[in-house]
């Protein structure tokens, strides 16, 4: 199964972005699907993470301003971003972690937010 994430765009900070993170086959083959981000000069980072229980936990940089959801139906994970900071600017990742004797880890291909005025 393979994740695409789209949705990434400029914002004016306090504004609002939706990244889409589309998985070719069932979003629930994965135990859990998460968030990264890359900013300029910057390792990557931890943004947030849903399992496949709707259990979710936020880095505390985004938590009250970033809502991680699923639809198991259209196998589509999405992260809505609100009162974005120019902070937030990076390139944002998805990716679905499978546990297990056979288990993998798919990055999807990373889309650029940035916060500009």
């Known amino acids: 199964v393979q994740l695409q994430a789209s949705g990434g765009g400029l914002v004016q900070p306090g504004g609002s972005l939706e990244l889409s993170c589309k998985a070719s086959?069932?979003?629930?083959?994965?135990?859990?699907v998460a968030w990264f981000r890359q900013g300029p000069g910057t390792h990557r980072e931890f943004v947030t993470n849903?399992?496949?229980?709707?259990?979710?936990l936020y880095a505390d940089s985004v938590k009250d301003r970033f809502a991680i959801s699923r639809d198991s139906d259209k196998n589509l994970v999405t992260l809505q971003m609100h009162n974005l900071k120019p902070e937030d600017t990076a390139v944002y990742y998805c990716?679905?972690?499978?546990?297990?004797?056979?288990?993998?880890?798919?990055w999807g291909q990373g889309t650029q937010v940035t916060v500009s005025s």
């Open positions: 990716v679905g972690v499978k546990y297990g004797s056979r288990g993998y880890i798919t």
């Open positions: 849903l399992t496949s229980g709707r259990n979710t």
């Open positions: 086959g069932s979003i629930l083959s994965f135990d859990y």
